[in-house]
């Protein structure tokens, strides 16, 4: 679709600040754009490429300014761009409707109306399958887990495995047979190669409007509350029951059976090994909140200085002591 700056404006909820009869058929990064694509900057450190992009508009903060550019100013910059892009590339388009005839759909599931399954789909005994979901290839739906409308499930992903859970005795490890089940309620995207495992007994829940990236596993008996982001290579060990509005960066990981609050953020790569109150802000192994691990990382970055500082002292404090005992 081709739009000029004027219409695009409107169904973005932005102000035209230029040419507003400048046509743009396409999105594109700073770096990319040419002259009939529009682009974004939502953060400050990319300011500098408004001096070089070709871009035929970009959408910015209302506070920008730029001469050189059409600027489409919007209060939100991010969400702008997201109805720009749909606004001119659409959503993907389904090669076919309804369950492909390469998906296998146990007789006993139900699978509601306007949903797509794609090849390769496995969908086990007692499933429900919610409105308008799309199932991309190769996802199994273990028996018994409910999923719920407007759900988006990526390739490769695996709902309802069993859970990690063995009794160990005299050095043999027995299963424990996972009789619970996995609920995703509605709104809920699951990228590639995840796995959610069933509850050992009641449901292993993410909650409605959650986003999980790509190679996430949620343990067994783990819930995740509504509107979370876990970005890519997270890992929540089971029973853990995390808030509303959580964020977890890139390969945070989570230990067993804690709480952690309300729009609570957890930085890439940290390990949270306690509870986690409400507001938070967590960062490092184990994971502390952000000023104090801050100032223990700073540290530790200066561990061989002070080391060595150290070792000087207590060079000098040997001599003192040998001269006093002269």
Not at 129 to 148: A, F, T
Request: net charge neutral; hydrophobic share 45%.
């Amino acid at each position: 679709m081709t739009l000029t700056l004027a219409e695009l404006a409107e169904r973005i909820g932005a102000e035209v600040v230029g040419d507003s009869t400048v046509r743009v058929s396409g999105a594109a990064t700073l770096e990319e754009a040419q002259a009939t694509h529009v682009s974004f900057m939502a953060n400050p450190k990319y300011e500098k490429q408004l001096v070089t992009t070709r871009a035929g508009a970009v959408v910015v903060a209302r506070a920008v300014v730029c001469e050189r550019l059409n600027l489409l100013k919007a209060a939100d910059p991010y969400l702008a761009f997201q109805k720009a892009v749909v606004a001119l590339h659409g959503h993907r388009v389904h090669p076919h409707r309804g369950v492909h005839g390469q998906a296998i759909v146990d007789p006993t599931a139900s699978v509601a109306e306007g949903t797509i399954l794609y090849p390769g789909v496995y969908v086990g005994p007692r499933v429900k399958i919610g409105r308008d979901c799309i199932l991309y290839p190769n996802i199994v739906i273990y028996d018994d887990c409910v999923i719920g409308d407007r759900v988006i499930i990526h390739a490769g992903a695996s709902i309802g495995p069993d859970g990690f859970g063995f009794a160990t005795s005299h050095g043999v490890h027995h299963k424990i047979p996972q009789v619970g089940n996995v609920v995703i309620e509605d709104d809920v995207e699951i990228g590639s190669n995840c796995s959610i495992a069933r509850a050992a007994m009641g449901s292993t829940v993410v909650g409605k409007g959650t986003k999980i990236d790509a190679l996430v596993a949620i343990g067994h008996g783990a819930k995740i509350g509504p509107h979370g982001l876990l970005v890519a290579h997270v890992g929540i060990a089971g029973s853990t029951v995390i808030g509303h509005h959580a964020t977890f960066a890139g390969q945070a990981g989570v230990v067993g059976h804690l709480e952690i609050g309300d729009n609570v953020t957890v930085a890439a790569q940290s390990g949270v090994t306690h509870n986690v109150p409400d507001q938070s802000v967590v960062f490092g192994t184990p994971a502390l909140p952000l000023h104090q691990g801050r100032r223990v990382y700073a540290i530790l970055a200066k561990l061989p200085e002070l080391l060595e500082r150290i070792r000087h002292l207590e060079h000098q404090v040997t001599e003192l002591a040998e001269e006093k005992r002269k």
